[in-house]
């Protein structure tokens, strides 16, 4: 089956940048719709920003003007670019997708990637 490959978190002072990406496991399957989530012990987990299938965007308050979410269509990946990153943004970052596809071209499902840490420190 398909499962999302989450990459690029990591340790980062405050004020740097990060950049995580978001595909699929395999190319029978093609990513439409996307959301970030994070999630902090004890929190529930939030979107931070989506990308819908015609790329319209959405944001938290607290991170617009410094993340930006965007897609590339032929390496059927998406992005979240994190810029002037802050210690409250410490959490473990999720990508959630709705893929199409599969050997039928017709499956449509909804999966979560495995999670990558994001951690803003001094």
């Known amino acids: 089956q398909v499962q999302l490959v989450e990459s690029g978190g990591g340790l980062v002072e405050p004020g740097g940048s990060l950049r995580l990406s978001c595909a699929p496991s395999?190319?029978?399957?093609?990513?439409?719709?996307v959301g970030w989530y994070r999630q902090t012990p004890g929190k529930q987990r939030e979107l931070v920003a989506s990308?819908?299938?015609?790329?319209?965007?959405n944001y938290l308050d607290s991170v617009k003007g410094r993340f930006t979410i965007d897609r590339d269509n032929a390496k059927n990946t998406v992005y979240l670019q994190m810029d002037n990153l802050k210690p409250e943004d410490t959490a473990v970052y999720y990508c959630?997708?709705?893929?199409?596809?599969?050997?039928?071209?017709?499956?449509?499902?909804?999966?979560w990637g495995q999670g990558t840490q994001v951690t803003v420190s001094s």
């Open positions: 990308i819908d299938s015609g790329s319209g965007t």
């Open positions: 959630n997708a709705n893929v199409e596809g599969g050997r039928s071209g017709l499956e449509l499902l909804n999966i």
């Open positions: 395999t190319s029978r399957f093609s990513i439409t719709a």
